[in-house]
């Protein structure tokens, strides 16, 4: 039996955009939350990441090793994968957000790792906080409806 050579699928290339309405909502969240107050919101830059599909929801790197330093000042960067949360509202964001700020560590550059702790807020909300419709805490009082839709 010959052997039929597959080939290869074309890895599609992903799309990085500048995301103001995420940096707004960390914004929002470091006035707001004790745990994430040590971060400088100018030192993170916020993107969304287009067309892949990446098995988490976002993630948080360090820049301070990385090529990307050569074209910035930031030292960390957060990346919210849009196929994985087009379905999110903007509480759920605002507690990604809040999960990948977390991961910043007040003192030096070494991203803190999941622990325990995570778990447990994840029981918190519900194992099924990320789906849609879940109901989830407001994290940032005073946000309206409107304020959703337009951070979609």
Known sequence: ?????K???EKKQA?????????VLAEKLIKSQDSVS???????????EIETMPNASAKCFNLTSHPMQLFTDARFCIVFYKSNIDHFTYDQKAILMLHELNHIPAIGSKL?????????????L??????????????????DEEESKESK
């Open 1 to 5: 039996m010959a052997r039929v050579e």
């Open 7 to 9: 080939e290869p699928k």
């Open 15 to 23: 799309e990085y955009y500048y995301a103001p309405d995420l940096h």
């Open 38 to 48: 040590h971060i400088d919101v100018n030192e993170v830059i916020f993107l969304w």
């Open 112 to 124: 803190i790792d999941h622990d325990i702790k995570d778990f447990h807020e994840v029981l918190q």
């Open 126 to 143: 519900g194992v099924d906080w990320n789906q849609p419709g879940a109901k989830v805490p407001k994290l940032i009082e005073g946000e």
